[in-house]
């Protein structure tokens, strides 16, 4: 039975293409579907090749402005959220204080409650307020549940840094600021950095929470959501295959950047 | 800022305690480190020693006392005020720097802008000038071992401390970075505070060492005078072995003592005596075991007067090569440990035969029998 054989052989090699395609699938409609010329205002069926709507992205009345929209709130959101949320990891790793187990939990609760809880009760409390919705509420919003992701990736690199090189740092002449500056904040960067891409993608791509929230104010979610209603115009493809392109993009220039290093280390060894 | 040093870089720490909670770390202690020597603390761990380091680097608050660098009060100063340098245990290197800008982070701190020279011959001292671009982890053990020690020096402090800083590496390499560390202490003459649990590391290093035992110092003093003179039991078995025998106080003879040990007598010159001489009091007789000389029963007649003297029988012989290690039974101590050169060997000293232990009454020392006389023993099997 040769072709068992083969099977056999090849079984990792198979299911791993098998996964990359379910994967990626999704996206490649995605992107095929945005050099679509529709017959009717539903983006599909496949009709024929065209690229007027990458040569007119903003076509669409009200797209660019949701999107840029969505990025100001996603760019601040990260901040705001990292921040905050690198200050919350240090305190727990590093100080006792008497509501540190309840901090610690508490924490997690963004994460493992039901967005739509979250969302209602974040309105009722608006309201109560009587704070006006809109981008200043949306951006509260998504820096609340922003938090606990970042909280949670910046611990876990804190709690594997030894404090003797804070210790080490102060032996040679690094005051406290200093020691912060050029030992604790570098070695922590990676923990912080994972937190602040989860931050902006998680704050750029929600919609329960922003749409409860916003008031008439509309992100880009909230506009593809709204514009699959009555129709969905190819620009939103060409939106998300741009989104996606960029992220491959930079995913590509970091790896070239960190092979390019290592190969200079092994080249000077 | 900090000032490097110039002159009288002593270390004088005065009634310096360190207790946390209810647990007393570090006993009131008084202790001078000449500038320039090879100071060792000794001690198992948990004896205080570490502590007491990190209070003179000034990482540990002192619970009460004062640490004084040349005449200087530094009690109160933060660590990056104090011209001192640490050796950390497992050497904490920065990660995310080089092994040039590791070396270079003190020089930097204190804002000092042109530092490639002054890199550059520091890695050469501890022949490290090729691994200039290199992160820490590419490093092996003892590469990064030395990594530590430049980063130390090259700020040229008064003092450099050293914890545990060989703890990590193999036995062979342990070896071979005594004697580098020596080197460079006596190359750059900088004091050193250097904390070991290893009497080895201590005796071959030091010249200075203080033995630690549940936060005091039990005697200081040189590896030689530390090894040929304990003065408590604890000194006695941590530094080497030693064969301790209860013995009562007889008579005196001039400068000597003899005492009744079992049925016989041994001699033992006042002057090495720590303990009370009252005649008829106790006292621990301590002999090392390579001072003994083994005869077989049958020749006891040869053995020259004046010697103190022992009978027993072999219960176990070990040979090692260049010696060969008894354990002998006898009425005054269970077990008596004999180390014997290997040059001429008698045949007949086998497990089983009855032999006469005898040495020196110069090599004798005496100590207090108010102590535990196995103290010190257990701390060293378990490392």
Redesign the interface.
């Known amino acids: 039975m040769p072709f068992v054989n083969w099977l056999k052989r090849h079984f990792v090699v198979i299911a791993g293409l098998l996964t990359l395609a379910y994967l990626l699938l999704p996206n490649i409609v995605v992107t095929v579907f945005s050099f679509n010329k529709p017959k009717g205002r539903f983006n599909y069926q496949w009709q024929q090749f065209s690229t007027d709507a990458w040569q007119d992205p903003c076509g669409v009345a009200g797209l660019c402005g949701s999107l840029s929209l969505s990025l100001q709130i996603a760019v601040w959101a990260t901040l705001g959220a990292t921040a905050l949320g690198t200050m919350i990891a240090f305190a727990l790793v590093r100080y006792r204080f008497r509501a540190r187990g309840a901090v610690n939990s508490l924490i997690f609760l963004p994460m493992a409650m039901p967005e739509v809880v979250m969302a209602a009760s974040l309105l009722t409390l608006f309201l109560n307020l009587g704070a006006q919705l809109g981008f200043w509420t949306i951006l509260i919003a998504h820096i609340m549940f922003c938090l606990s992701f970042v909280v949670t990736a910046v611990k876990a690199r804190v709690m594997s840094m ?1 404090p ?2 804070e ?9 406290p600021a ?2 912060f500056l ?2 604790t904040l ?2 922590a ?1 990676p923990g912080i950095a994972a937190g602040a891409l989860l931050a902006f993608a998680l704050s750029f791509d929600d919609f329960i929470i922003t749409n409860f929230n916003a008031g008439s104010t509309v992100t880009f979610p909230m506009f593809v959501w709204g514009s699959a209603q009555r129709g969905t115009p190819v620009q939103i493809n060409v939106i998300g295959t741009a989104m996606f392109l960029v992220a491959v993009l930079f995913v590509l220039t970091s790896m070239v950047i960190s092979n390019r290093r290592n190969r200079q ?1 092994a080249s ?2 | 800022m900090k000032t490097t040093n110039s002159g009288s870089g002593d270390v004088r720490l005065t009634g310096i305690s360190k207790t946390y909670g209810s647990f007393t770390a570090v006993q009131p202690l008084d202790l001078t480190v000449p500038q320039g020597s090879f100071f060792a603390l000794l001690g198992a761990s948990g004896c205080g020693k570490t502590t007491t380091l990190r209070m003179i680097a000034g990482l540990e608050e002192p619970s009460s006392g004062t640490v004084h660098l040349g005449d200087q009060d530094v009690t109160a100063l933060p660590p990056y005020k104090r011209p001192v340098n640490t050796v950390f245990q497992s050497y904490a290197l920065f990660p995310h720097l080089d092994i040039f800008e590791n070396v270079a982070f003190g020089l930097r701190r204190r804002g000092i802008k042109s530092v490639k020279k002054q890199v550059e011959e520091m890695l050469e001292l501890v022949q490290l000038g090729e691994q200039a671009r290199k992160k820490p982890h590419q490093l092996s053990g003892g590469q990064q071992q030395r990594v530590a020690v430049a980063r130390a020096l090259i700020n040229k402090p008064g003092v450099l401390l050293l914890d545990e800083p060989l703890g990590a590496l193999d036995l062979k390499l342990r070896r071979q970075m005594q004697l580098e560390l020596k080197r460079i202490q006596t190359e750059v003459g900088i004091t050193f505070v250097h904390v070991t649990h290893d009497q080895e590391e201590a005796m071959t290093m030091a010249d200075t060492v203080a033995v630690m035992n549940a936060g005091r110092v039990e005697q200081l003093g040189s590896p030689t005078d530390l090894y040929e003179n304990p003065k408590t039991t604890f000194v006695a078995n941590f530094l080497g072995t030693s064969n301790l025998i209860e013995a009562e106080v007889d008579t005196k003879n001039g400068d000597d003592i003899v005492l009744k040990a079992g049925g016989g007598k041994l001699v033992l010159p006042e002057s090495r005596c720590s303990a009370p001489t009252t005649t008829g009091g106790k006292v621990l007789v301590g002999i090392r075991p390579e001072k003994i000389s083994l005869t077989h029963a049958d020749d006891a007649g040869e053995i020259p007067e004046g010697r103190n003297r022992i009978t027993g029988r072999i219960a176990n012989s070990s040979f090692i090569g260049v010696s060969t290690q008894y354990v002998i039974d006898s009425t005054v101590c269970p077990e008596f440990e004999v180390y014997a050169q290997n040059v001429d060997r008698d045949a007949r000293l086998a497990p089983g035969a009855e032999v006469v232990l005898h040495w020196s009454p110069a090599h004798t020392f005496g100590l207090d029998a108010a102590q535990d006389i196995d103290a010190g023993i257990q701390e060293e099997a378990a490392l």
């Open positions: 030894d003797r090189l210790q080490a740092a102060q032996d040679l002449y690094a005051g200093q020691t050029r030992v570098p070695i960067a280390k000077s060894v």
